[in-house]
């Protein structure tokens, strides 16, 4: 069972990026997915997590409120984060994970499964 960030990249202020989450070894169609990133000297922290193909209902953070989105296809296995309008304070390594169950959470201790991460650098 694998998950595969990509997607990331170096992007001025007010940029934009789409990383993808791919999965493979299992469909995750039926778990809830999640994006957390970590900056340097931080904790990890949550950024957007959607439901279960059966309801796709989308969870973000205040903080990416009206700038990111998060989609899932359950077709391709894979769990887009559509980022605009980037910040500096966006710099970080993003990584996605599958929740234990069909639904989203915030919590990082009901993820199961977890990509190696992506690299995001907002220049100001």
């Known amino acids: 069972v694998q998950l595969q960030a990509s997607g990331g990249g170096l992007v001025h202020t007010g940029g934009s990026l789409r990383l993808s989450c791919a999965a493979s070894g299992r469909t995750f169609s039926n778990n809830g997915m999640g994006w957390f990133r970590q900056a340097p000297g931080k904790e990890r922290e949550f950024v957007a997590a959607?439901?279960?193909?059966?309801?796709?209902?989308?969870y973000l953070a205040d903080s990416v409120k009206g700038r990111f989105t998060i989609s899932r296809d359950n077709t391709e296995n894979t769990v887009d984060l559509h980022m605009n309008n980037l910040e500096p304070e966006d710099t970080a390594v993003y990584y996605c994970?599958?929740?234990?169950?069909?639904?989203?959470?915030?919590?990082?201790?009901?993820?199961?499964?977890w990509g190696q991460g992506t690299q995001v650098t907002v220049s100001s």
């Open positions: 994970a599958a929740h234990r169950t069909a639904y989203y959470s915030p919590r990082i201790t009901e993820y199961l499964y």
């Open positions: 959607i439901g279960w193909r059966g309801i796709s209902t989308t």
